[in-house]
Nanobody, 124 residues
Framework: QLQLVESGGGLVQTGESLRLSCAAS????????IGWFRQAPGKEREGVSC????????EYADSVKGRFTISRDNAKNTVYLQMNRLKPEDTAVYYC?????????????????WGQGTQVTVSS
């Protein structure tokens, strides 16, 4: 079974950057579309970004467009989320998720493999 582990979260100030990593094991990522999702306290989980299995296509939520970049290195079985110009409203637990398709989109119901999440906190 595919296993996903997020890392790279932490506490930063407004305007700073973080890079999250999603490391996979069990299977090659070549066959999996990957999405990043986040959930803030008291709010529903929302799709942040996603990338196709070969890294050809990407999609971003309007709230992060222009600031976040998703990428993948299938040889390392890792997907990244580069987060620049962070804002307090980006504070959330960030999850990576996979699905054995070329494309998953930003709907969490499309994904069946999930990591445990990593906390991102952005202070003023």
């Amino acid at each position: 079974q595919l296993q996903l582990v997020e890392s790279g979260g932490g506490l930063v100030q407004t305007g700073e950057s973080l890079r999250l990593s999603c490391a996979a094991s069990g299977y090659t990522l070549d066959y999996y579309a990957i999405g990043w999702f986040r959930q803030a306290p008291g709010k529903e989980r929302e799709g942040v970004s996603c990338i196709s299995s070969r890294g050809i296509s990407t999609e971003y939520a309007d709230s992060v467009k222009g600031r976040f970049t998703i990428s993948r290195d299938n040889a390392k079985n890792t997907v990244y989320l580069q987060m620049n110009r962070l804002k307090p409203e980006d504070t959330a637990v960030y999850y990576c998720a996979g699905v054995g398709k070329m494309w998953g989109g930003l709907e969490d119901r499309e994904y069946n493999f999930w990591g445990q999440g990593t906390q991102v906190t952005v202070s003023s």
